[in-house]
């Protein structure tokens, strides 16, 4: 456990080796991004064996920070942050092994890649809002550069779109905590300091508040109608910021709702709930329907993003243990699935065929081409719909299950979105792979042959399909964790009842 | 032992092994295949030696606490109905792979695809679970789209994403449902829930959000399993499915994916919501009868004989759900005849077997003419086949009249118990119902007649082969087994009669 | 009053150091320097230069927080002695940078201009008193102008420096004469004594005339709209290094002195800006300053092509968070105001000192020019990134950190009660369109692959990069830990 806090130093410290290592050869950038990502799993793995879920948060570091604004630096874990942690290692190791092949300025793409993972576990780590609020900012702009310089369609359009939007809601985000802050008598970030602060607002404050990071947080998370960056984003990306931006980094704007947004301020969640909860629905139906009628392969994977990012938000809005046992679970759920989705998309497919479009991807007889991304991108597609078996089922059943005691409604119509996934889902594996089921006509046939997926491909796919079949079939390891989690003291307020 | 998932698994492993051997030459694979699909059959036969007819509830259970936070536990177990239906893919499956034999394509996809879909079927059958079944339930689909869309005719990616989205629209609602179920019950085990719902704990919990909530999660539930099986109007995807499927997977589809969905109705529907499903009975009647006779009707006016063999599953399988729905619609009525109620139920699950039989035989009759006409298969294609193939003729025949309900085969017995029933409980339900019997015998002896007699014509003009080798292999065991339980039907009545019995005990008799 | 003289000398070493220097500076170019060619001669005089800019500091250090000085005319506060620090810090860079970018004639007067200039700036940031406060501020002022139109081949520099001359002239009057009024009204040019004088005869039209006086020559001072028009035209004009430093140490320095003035001085005449129970003061106007420049500065950005003007906007921008600051240091000290102003010094000499690298290796002032700059210097680049970085205001850079403080500390000044807290939110929301220009830059420079023909690698001199590296180590070091800075406050 105690050695957590290093997932952060030795990304950043990843990041600068692989900067320099980029000076010699690329080779070695990648070699040293590799065992980067292997040593952060490897910390968070180890802490996941020796992690005992009932001790509740627990305080890995802290010192003083800037004594002059009460600021600490503070971090900790518990169930639902170790949770995070492991994805990011997961879902970083997995990148790395997708971005294999990039030769220009691999130094440098390393280098911010890890600056971007290094923020995202400090998030994740972070017990002061202060402390979480800078290592959230520390993410936002080597995104920037990663799509700007990496990207494919419409990169710098789609870079500059999506660090806005994070930064706006970066934004709303620090002027609520300031305001807390402020109102709290600007003695204290840590998270538990401004709970108990938070109790002597007046309604209007805490409504204000809770509107302010909540919605900055939510821009993050993808909530329905500010998630148009993602779909642009995502696809602007290049692979492996893709499986990042979509793994990994919607997941700091739900963690920030779950962890800072909705303890701090329980008043004002439950005047915003019911509002959360429609937008969340509605992101759900609508991008699912969006993803139905996609003609560019890669946007089909942005859009299920947000859809399924909507039930991450729903299981918040239930409020009740379970429904947010269900969306921490989808948000690890998620995180692996969407990198999947992407790593087949971005790296297997479009670095071969160079062409997304499924109206040309059909005509190609792919599944027999590509039978190893065939075969992942259905298990992948399996894993999005949800279907049984994979990890993305307990965590849409269970998040049904909580949503159900609180509005059967929004249960009911967020089906609807499981039904809808199922559809694009199927829609895109058919024209994708399956589009010419025919024996290869020769017009049809690619004019050079393509390059068979590599050793690091296949490493890559099988770590996260094997991670997505495990936690479907076995829930309960990383449910052990969070439960106990949500059933501590700072959740007491907001998730009433629906105890498993 | 856990000889349930052995039963379960076995065509899992051998899923997984043919996935690993790469390099498998396609005899090999064909043979790997095979021998995994016929695990099911030696491994169904071992538990019926073990099984005690007369034992109540379920025997050979396993359970093993699986994901804490949703009280799921691992928990399979088999009564006379399961294993009726084990029996069956132990029969059929083999049989399928057997027609798929001459498949062109990878035969190690197809063995791969086709143990995945064995397995998941026998999975729905043994899980007393709402998780895993579900589990299963879906899994079912995947290789089956795979099945239709890699291997199928020229309409089949349409055919296929047509059948999975509509399953899946049903499973959706059906998932809704259950998942409020938990919020309020706090289990998803079906013993459990039955118990729960016969104490009218779970309709009082349910209503607890609102009078209308039992009503619309029924409606769920139903939803998902009347889908599957299909009942009329819920049917439409599954003519092009079954049409464009390849023979193998037909057989599979008609002959066990179609009980999977009656097994629901009985097994979970049934139990768990009995008055709801008494409330609409009247309702449902008649969309059973719809099946009953529009689907006749309906094959009646087929071309397309693989289609023809479709229509006349819909209306087969709706006899089951005629007989269920009978006896919910007179259960707590005073003077419900016992023995009429023992008819009916026993003569659906004889009909879920037999269907399953002679549907099987069907689709693969059809197949076989199709092979010997290049790919053509309709009505007009082919005439005087049976003076070309004598021995197909014949097989071909005894499973057609085994489709009609001729006496001395095996559907007679199951029809016949059923319209006993049926016209105990309904009266006029079974009188309408008999309009499909006579479409149906109307069809089939236009089949026969048209393809079988007459002067060769169209496919069969020149060479025409009789069965032989493989094809000889696959059908006579089918139709053997069709005559001997047309003489001994008490060979499988055996098994589930006290489990009927028990049934009818629990349905409130004056 | 009997005048201390040791502790006079003590408390001035400083500046005497810097006097010295500037006669150093003069006469070895006058004796020995004259033979020498023009790159010894700018070596030799930046050497010196520095030399006595690093005595002052060291000095300066030495002496340490020792509270009024002269009877009170001088602050030795926390706030003189970092502001005196910073400013020395900052005169050094720009020295630095100057040394081998420069294609300037005459070495030895400019770095002696330059010493002036830091003196008067050393001397703003402890002055209590009115006279030698201005005094200050005209040595500092007309160093400047010398500075701004230092370049005589460009007739750009000469534009920049009439019309900051000009401006500067003008708010210099304002200035004067608002201290008159106010001598007039109180009879006295002492802070304190003001103070007690307004306390005691109440408001008055006058003093409402004074204090309107006094912050159209700070608004001047520190850039602020409506008083901005001179920035982006100087900026543009005068040489790099002259640019860095008017808007590094010379703002740091007014921002000190004004701060000085407003709280303390005429504390009596602060008003109140809360919603509910608005008064006329000046934290009235200040506000208004201050949302003007946020507005002015982050939209008028927006349209910017030419690097440098791009720079004067984002200053200008900075002016409205600082003098949120100001008005946030009546509750929250100036510890906030002082590391906004110092770490922004930072990053605006290394802005302007990659521009001088630049513009001394032929790259043209656009923004597009800098196409490639990752390639031609990874060096410069990566100095940019961080430069710009902070001026963003990301973490873990100085920038977000003196932003943040000034925030905090603007809502802490009367939550949303109160216009400050308006004005933090705005300045925070404004902070995602300022970054939207900071990116269009790092784009060009990290992103865009070189124009073809422009690609040649570009030497850096190894003083400016040293100081380039100086300046961005201290932005991390001071991001990451900013207590090394704010404690000398508590």
Known sequence: MNALPCTIYVSFTGALLALVAGTRSAATARWVALVTALTTLAITLMAAVSFVPALGMQTLVDVPWVASLGVRYHLAADGISLTLLVLTAIAATAGVLFSWNIEERTGEFFALYFALIGGVFGVFLSADAFVLFVFYEIAIVPKYFLIARWGSTNREYGAMKLVLYSFAGSALVLAGLLWAYAAGGGQSFGMGDLAAAAVHFTRAEQLGMFALVFLGFAVLAGMFPFHTWAPTGHVAAPTAASMLLAGVVMKLGAYGCLRVAMPLFPVGFVFWQPTIGWLAVIGIVYAGGVALVQGDFKFVSGYSSVSHMGFVLLGLAAANVQAASGAVLQMFSHGIVAGLLFAVVGRMVYERTHTRQLADLRNLPLHRLLPFAAVTFVLAGLASMGMPGFSGFPAELTILVGTWKTSPLWAAVAALGVLLAAAFTLRAIQLSFFGSTQPAVAGAMPAHPLPPITLAEKAGALLLVGTTVLIGLKPDLLLNWIIPSLQSPLYQVILKGGAP | MPLLSFIVFAPWVGAGLLAVLRGAKPAVARGIALAFSLSTLVLGLVVLAGFNPAAPGFQFQESAAWITSLNVHYHLGLDGLSLLLVLLTGIVGPAGLLAAWKQPGSPRAFGILFLILQGSALGVFLALDFFHWFLFWELSLVPVFFLIKLWGGAGAGRAAYQFVIYTLGGSVFMLLGFAAIFAATGTLEFGQLAHLSADGILAGRLSALGHFWPQVVFVGVFLGVAVKVPLFPFHTWLPPAYAEAPVGVSMFLTGVMSKMGVYAFLRILWPIFPGQLHAAAPCLLWLALGGVVLGAFAAMRQTDLKRMIAYSSINHVSYCLLALFAVCAATGHSGISGPAVTAALGGALLQMFNHGLSAAALFFSVGVLESRAGGRRGLDDFGGVRSAAPVFAGLCGIAMFSSIGLPGLNGFVGEFLIFRGVFGLVPWAAAIGCLGLFATAFFYLTFWQRVFHGSRSGAAKGEFADVHGVERVTLIPLIALMIVLGVLPQLLTGLFNPLVTSWVSQIALP | ?490
């Not at chain 3, 306390?199 to 159209?216: D, R």
């Not at chain 3, 001085?265 to 009235?284: M, N, Q």
């Not at chain 3, 004067?312 to 102003?341: D, E, K, N, R």
């Not at chain 3, 802005?351 to 031609?376: S, T």
């Open chain 3, 1 to 490: 009053m009997t005048t201390n003289y040791p502790e006079l000398f003590c408390a001035f070493a400083g500046e005497a150091s810097l006097v010295l220097g500037m006669l150093v500076v003069l006469g070895y170019d006058l004796t020995v320097g004259r033979k020498r060619s023009p790159t010894e001669r700018w070596q030799a005089s930046c050497i010196l230069g520095g030399a006595a800019l690093f005595s002052a500091l060291v000095v300066g250090l030495r002496v340490g927080v020792v509270g009024p000085v002269l009877g009170g005319e001088f602050m030795l506060d926390a706030l003189g002695v970092g502001t005196r620090a910073a400013v020395l810090v900052l005169a050094g860079l720009t020295l630095m940078l100057t040394a081998g970018t420069a294609r300037l004639r005459n070495p030895a007067e400019f770095v002696a201009i330059v010493l002036l200039a830091a003196t008067g700036f050393s001397l703003m940031a402890v002055a209590q008193q009115l006279l030698v406060a201005f005094l200050a501020l005209e040595l500092a002022s007309l160093s400047l102008y010398v500075l701004a139109g230092f370049d005589k081949t460009r007739p750009e520099s000469a534009e920049a420096a009439l019309k900051y001359f000009l401006f500067g002239g003008m708010s210099a009057a304002f200035l004067l004469f608002g201290f008159s009024l106010l001598y007039g009204l109180t009879g006295s040019i002492d802070t304190s004594a003001i103070a007690a004088a307004l306390a005691a005869q109440g408001s008055s039209p006058l003093l409402s005339v004074a204090l309107v006086m006094v912050l159209v020559a700070f608004g001047f001072k520190a850039a602020a709209a409506p008083f901005h028009l001179w920035a982006p035209d100087v900026y543009q004009g005068a040489p790099a290094t002259s640019a860095a430093l008017i808007a590094s140490a010379s703002k740091l320095a007014g921002l000190t002195f004004f701060v000085r003035l407003l709280w303390p001085g005429l504390g009596y005449a602060t008003g109140d800006v809360a919603l509910r129970h608005f008064s006329p003061g000046w934290l009235a106007v200040v506000a208004l300053l201050s949302a003007a420049s946020l507005l002015v500065g982050n939209f008028g950005a927006l349209a910017q092509s030419n690097l440098r003007r791009l720079l004067a906007y984002s200053a200008i921008a900075h002016a409205g968070a600082l003098l949120l600051g100001v008005m946030a240091a009546g509750t929250a000290g100036p510890a906030p105001l002082y590391f906004y102003a110092a770490t922004y010094g930072l990053a605006t000499v290394g802005a302007f000192g990659v521009v001088a690298v630049l513009e001394a290796a032929g790259v043209g002032p656009q923004i597009a020019d800098l196409a490639g700059l990752y390639r031609r210097s990874p060096l410069l680049a990566g100095c940019l990134f961080i430069f710009i970085l902070s001026l963003a205001g990301i973490p873990p850079l100085a920038g977000f950190f003196g932003k943040f403080a000034v925030f905090a500390a603007a809502l802490n000044f009367g939550g949303l009660a109160s216009v400050t807290g308006w004005l933090a939110f705005a300045a925070i929301f404004l902070s995602a369109v300022a970054l939207y220009y900071y990116l269009r830059v790092l784009k060009q420079a990290l992103v865009a692959p070189p124009a073809p023909g422009a690609d040649g690698r570009i030497a850096v001199p190894g003083a400016a990069a040293l100081a380039l590296l100086l300046a961005a180590l201290l932005l991390v070091v001071l991001g990451v830990f900013p207590s090394l800075l704010l404690q000398i406050f508590s």
